[in-house]
């Protein structure tokens, strides 16, 4: 059992034991390393590692209820190496008739082929990402997404960010283990991550062999266009252009297939809104990695590289923010999406609650495109349907560099260094 009293506490324990408190099991999705098990474990009395037990696959064919049996909260490790404890499990819950029997943990999600009933009425699910800045003590929160949907107005923060300080957690990203890694070391860390990935997990995740240097290949490519919307002909033409290597468009739909069910990537939907306006929205999606780090680490830069190429720098730092927007806005009931039109209008980002209130962000790296930011963010406001569309709570620019404020105009800019949940 890990040391609690060590324990960083994370934005999503609330509703961590929120949904305990509801149902019989809570099934806690996320990519490998990024803190899973260990909040599981503050908050568990049990443990059982079905990756680790050596015991667990002749159980699970002789006698599966042994599995189950411990101390509750009983956290289920790695519960996708034993798909069948799914069923089990659901069972047990209905046995016993309480809550907060059981937690399940996993890096992955099970091929749907597998069979498994509905956990309707008995599992509740959370999902959790890498650090954020606020987790990670990099941002006070004082501008808090909460604050932001009552249309809070900034008293000036300056809490401005060195550019070399961004680049550096570019570099290190969000994962629990490397909080106190430099990033020359954090930056071996991840490319180990981003191999494995390649050589071991692409092909166990669905025990399909895939070929490792087409892996490495994709992950290149989703990681030029990190935070931008790329079909997926262009990514296969990439791919191509770079070891002339064929790789068909069905084979690409199966890694991104796999890459998602490993949580690897986590992309970025349109919002489906109404407009006054002649241009069409466009659909498609923007590609991230789920840690920012991982596209750094998966084009083998460093430090000099990204200082020395600040506009790619800036979709990085965007891919960056968008995550740290998700776990904001998951405390907040609330989803993150982007605007993007035919006539070349675009917003970096909009956090929806599931009432409806809204909020805009723009995001940018320095202070030098602020007014340009300004100018599409007011211009995305005047062309809504406002018989359609609630007024935004708030319109905001987000900022690596820059300190906080309200402008004259009411839109906020806002230091990353101050944003939180």
Not at 158 to 182: C, H, N, Q, W, Y
Not at 200 to 225: E, G, H, Y
Not at 370 to 382: D, H, Q, V, Y
Request: charged share 25%; hydrophobic share 40%; aromatic share 8%.
């Amino acid at each position: 059992m890990d040391n609690k009293s060590n324990y960083i506490s994370r934005l999503t324990d609330e509703e961590l034991l929120r949904k305990l408190d509801v149902s019989g099991a809570l099934l806690i999705r996320g990519m490998k390393a990024c803190g899973k098990t260990v909040s599981a474990k503050q908050f568990s009395n049990s443990i059982l590692q079905l990756d680790q037990d050596e015991q667990v696959p002749l159980l699970i064919e002789t006698a599966p209820q042994r599995l189950l049996i411990g101390k509750t909260p009983r956290l289920i490790d790695e519960w996708q190496e034993q798909p069948k404890i799914w069923n089990y499990i659901r069972h047990e819950v209905d046995n016993r008739q309480d809550v907060a029997q059981f937690i399940l943990t996993g890096s992955a999600n099970p091929e749907e082929n597998t069979k498994m009933h509905s956990g309707a009425g008995r599992f509740t699910i959370l999902d959790m990402r890498t650090m954020s800045w606020q987790e990670l003590g990099f941002s006070t929160g004082k501008m808090s997404l909460k604050h932001l949907f009552e249309g809070a107005k900034i008293v000036c923060f300056d809490e401005p960010t060195e550019l070399e300080f961004i680049v550096e957690r570019l570099i290190i990203g969000g994962f629990p283990a490397l909080m106190k890694k430099s990033w020359k070391q954090a930056s071996d860390m991840n490319r180990a991550y981003v191999d494995l990935l390649a050589e071991v997990d692409m092909s166990r995740v669905s025990s399909i062999k895939r070929d490792p240097q087409k892996v490495r290949n994709l992950l290149r490519s989703l990681a030029r266009n990190t935070a931008k919307m790329v079909e997926t002909t262009t990514l296969a033409s990439d791919i191509r252009a770079k070891d002339f290597m064929e790789i068909s468009r069905p084979s690409i739909y199966d890694y991104l297939d796999a890459l998602d069910r490993l949580m690897i990537t986590e992309n970025q939907p349109a919002w489906n809104t109404h407009i006054r306006s002649s241009s069409s929205m466009r659909k498609s999606s923007k590609r991230h990695f789920s840690d920012v780090s991982l596209a750094v680490a998966a084009l083998g830069l460093n430090k000099d590289a990204l200082l020395k190429d600040l506009k790619f720098t800036g979709f990085l730092f965007e891919s960056m923010v968008t995550h740290d927007l998700r776990v904001y806005a998951q405390v907040n009931d609330a989803k993150v999406f982007h605007y993007h039109d035919s006539s070349g209008l675009e917003v970096d980002a909009i956090v929806q609650k599931n009432s409806g209130e809204w909020c805009a962000f723009e995001i940018k790296l320095g202070v030098g495109q602020i007014e340009e930011a300004a100018a599409s963010l007011k211009k995305f406001a005047s062309i809504l349907d406002k018989d359609s569309v609630q007024a935004p709570k708030s319109l905001n620019i987000i900022t690596g560099t820059g300190i906080s404020y309200t402008r004259n105009d009411g839109i906020n800019v806002i230091s990353m260094a101050s944003l939180g949940a």
